[in-house]
T-cell receptor, first 113, second 114 residues
Framework: QQPVQSPQAVILREGEDAVINCSSSKALYSVHWYRQKHGEAPVFLMILLKGGEQKGHDKISASFNEKKQQSSLYLTASQLSYSGTYFCGTDYHYGGSQGNLIFGKGTKLSVKP | DAGVIQSPRHEVTEMGQEVTLRCKPISGHNSLFWYRQTMMRGLELLIYFNNNVPIDDSGMPEDRFSAKMPNASFSTLKIQPSEPRDSAVYFC????????????FGPGTRLTVL
C-alpha cells in the first residue's frame, strides 16, 4: 500500500523551515527519503530503520515513529538548492525487510529567494 | 565511477510497436529495480531482481511487460505491444547488499507511445 505524504506542495522563502510527513497504514521496517529535481533522477537523502538507526544526509534530519507508522523530514534554514520533489519510500515487512520500496506520491518543495 | 546507465534516454514509438529499455547497474551491486513514473501514479515499482533472480514482479502492469536480467551487469524491460498509456519515464536503480542501503537511480528513459 502506497504511503501518504503531506503536504502535497509547499512554498518557502530562503531560510524558512519545512516539515514533510509520510504515513503508512501498515507496520514499517524502514523509511527511505529521496529528492528529485525536475527532469532528473531521484537522489538518496536518508534511511530510517526500525529501532532508531539512521543513515544519510548530514544537513537534513528526520524522525521515524514506529508506533504511529509515520516519518517526518525536517528541512531547516532552507536553501534554494532544496527545491524539488521529496519522496518517501516504505519497506513494509515487519520484523525483516522485503527489500523493495513503495514510494509516496511526493511533496513538491519550492524555495524562493 | 560510472553510475547506473540507461538507454535509450528518449524513445518515441507508435502504438503496437515493441519497445526495449536497457539498464546497466553499478558494478558490484546485487539488486536491481525497474520503476515507472507518471504524474498520475507517481513512482511505481515494476520489478525487483536480487542476484539476477526476479524476486517481486507484482508491479508489472500486465503480460505486455516483461523484464530479464541475464547477468549481473545488464537488464532489459520490454513492452510488447506498446500502448499510449505506457508513456512515462522508466527508471532503473541498483543497490549493493542490504535492503537498508540506498538505491542509486539511473537517468531514466522517457517513453512516448503515439
Amino acid at each position: 500500500q502506497q504511503p501518504v505524504q503531506s503536504p502535497q506542495a509547499v512554498i518557502l522563502r530562503e531560510g524558512e523551515d519545512a516539515v514533510i510527513n509520510c504515513s503508512s497504514s501498515k507496520a514499517l521496517y524502514s523509511v527511505h527519503w529521496y529528492r528529485q529535481k525536475h527532469g532528473e533522477a531521484p537522489v538518496f537523502l536518508m534511511i530510517l530503520l526500525k529501532g532508531g538507526e539512521q543513515k544519510g544526509h548530514d544537513k537534513i534530519s528526520a524522525s521515524f515513529n514506529e508506533k504511529k507508522q509515520q516519518s517526518s523530514l525536517y528541512l531547516t534554514a532552507s536553501q534554494l538548492s532544496y527545491s524539488g520533489t521529496y519522496f518517501c519510500g516504505t519497506d513494509y515487512h515487519y520484523g525483516g525487510s522485503q527489500g523493495n520500496l513503495i514510494f509516496g506520491k511526493g511533496t513538491k518543495l519550492s524555495v524562493k529567494p | 565511477d560510472a553510475g547506473v546507465i540507461q538507454s535509450p534516454r528518449h524513445e518515441v514509438t507508435e502504438m503496437g510497436q515493441e519497445v526495449t529499455l536497457r539498464c546497466k547497474p553499478i558494478s558490484g551491486h546485487n539488486s536491481l529495480f525497474w520503476y515507472r513514473q507518471t504524474m498520475m501514479r507517481g513512482l511505481e515499482l515494476l520489478i525487483y531482481f536480487n542476484n539476477n533472480v526476479p524476486i517481486d514482479d507484482s508491479g508489472m502492469p500486465e503480460d505486455r511487460f516483461s523484464a530479464k536480467m541475464p547477468n549481473a551487469s545488464f537488464s532489459t524491460l520490454k513492452i510488447q505491444p506498446s500502448e499510449p498509456r505506457d508513456s512515462a519515464v522508466y527508471f532503473c536503480a541498483s543497490r549493493l547488499g542490504r535492503p537498508d542501503n540506498e538505491q542509486f537511480f539511473g537517468p531514466g528513459t522517457r517513453l512516448t507511445v503515439l
